[in-house]
């Protein structure tokens, strides 16, 4: 495995393809190894994980908390209705005071974007040590899902050796929601790192045409992309454009609570212009897996019985293979010496 030089791991723009491989390869690892009860691993013995959540979450939240039990680590999490946020505290002084507790690791959930870079910024301008993993920030960034979702598809296109290598020349299409999507942007990153090619679908109000151009240009703070050539991206409105030559589709949630305005009228002509079902995915000419990363709204996004069919549903291979990815991120960030790594 190649050297890992992550001290936080906030946005998947920032990944190499060595990164890439790393993640995969430890996920898959950990994947293949029972990991409850007595039988956990020690890797991260004496340290504490704490997941600062300003946000609902039921799979990220979940999976990181068993993903770090199975390492061995102690884990603490933080709810803001009960927290002495609502006596005025600040994020700041909140996520020190866990600091000064001895976490080794926080993983954090807000809102607004940046919000785990500032902290981790903030973290290492006091001199603390501690990592900070970002768990999902506005509509920026969700680093464990675009990997976990990686690991989901690499694990398809070649079982034996899920590596990012399976992905390369892949067609991908996101239907649905990207506007106010954090997992399709981290998605564009990581699929586009690794060789595939992205099919974006969906109606103007939710895809805006500057997506096309999403990883065009260095990321931010960044002088050069770490990808010396990414796959490509193109829009295309319909599913009877987008499907045809598909390999894998992946759909989302439509995150009303994201939407400024009704953006969209009527749920039914959306599920009847963008819903993913059986007879849809017989446009793609060939068998594909469906992935969503939850939480779905059945009936909406996809057909409750595609949903509920595990021959073409991977959305509770999503939900395994989080841990195993969370495993391999806190494996990566937590399990060595962080005293040398920068961002
Ligand atoms: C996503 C999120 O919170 O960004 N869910 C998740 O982490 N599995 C997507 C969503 O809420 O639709």
């Known amino acids: 495995m190649s050297d ?8 998947l723009s920032t990944f190499s393809e060595e990164d890439y491989e790393s993640v995969l390869e430890l996920a898959n690892r950990f994947r293949s190894i029972p990991t ?7 890797a991260l013995q004496g340290k504490l994980v704490v997941t600062l959540f300003f946000e609902p979450s039921t799979r990220t939240r979940s999976s990181f908390e068993l993903a770090a039990r199975s390492l061995s ?14 006596k005025g505290e600040t994020l700041l002084d909140t996520a020190r005071t866990y600091v000064a507790m001895g976490a080794d690791v926080l993983i954090v959930r807000h809102g ?11 973290l290492e301008k006091a001199g603390e040590q501690t990592a900070v993993l970002n768990g999902g920030d506005g509509l920026h960034s969700h680093p464990s899902q675009g990997l976990l979702d990686l690991y989901t598809l690499a694990r398809y296109f070649s079982p034996n050796q899920p590596s990012p290598k399976a992905l390369k020349k892949k067609k991908i299409v996101i239907v649905g929601d990207i506007l106010h999507s954090r997992v399709a942007r981290s998605n564009l990153w990581a699929l586009t790192g690794c060789g595939a090619d992205v099919i974006l679908c969906g109606p103007p109000s939710l ?8 990883v065009d240009a260095p990321p931010p703070g960044q002088q050069i992309d770490l990808i010396p050539k990414r796959g490509k991206i193109q829009i295309k409105r319909t599913l009877e454009e987008a499907l045809p030559g598909a390999d894998a589709i992946m759909t989302l949630r439509l995150q009303k609570e994201r939407m400024r305005q009704n953006l969209i ?16 995915i017989k446009l793609c000419k060939k068998k594909v897996p469906v992935l969503h990363p939850g939480p779905v709204n059945r009936g ?5 019985d595609l949903l509920d069919d595990k021959s073409i549903s991977l959305v509770e291979e999503q939900v395994k293979n989080g841990i195993a990815t969370r495993m391999a991120l806190l494996y990566l ?4 010496d962080t005293t040398n790594q920068s961002k």
């Open 4 to 11: 890992w030089n992550h001290r936080h791991i906030i946005d």
């Open 36 to 42: 409850t009860g007595s039988r956990k691993l020690p």
């Open 73 to 86: 680590a102690d884990v603490q999490s933080f709810s803001p209705s009960t927290s002495s946020l609502s």
């Open 112 to 122: 607004s974007t940046n919000v785990p870079a500032q902290l981790a910024k903030a």
């Open 207 to 214: 895809l805006p045409e500057s997506f096309e151009n999403f």
């Open 265 to 280: 009228t009527n749920l039914y002509s959306y599920h009847n212009n963008y819903g993913i079902n059986h007879e849809r």
């Open 300 to 304: 909406v996004e996809m057909s409750s």
């Open 333 to 336: 960030i937590a399990a060595k």
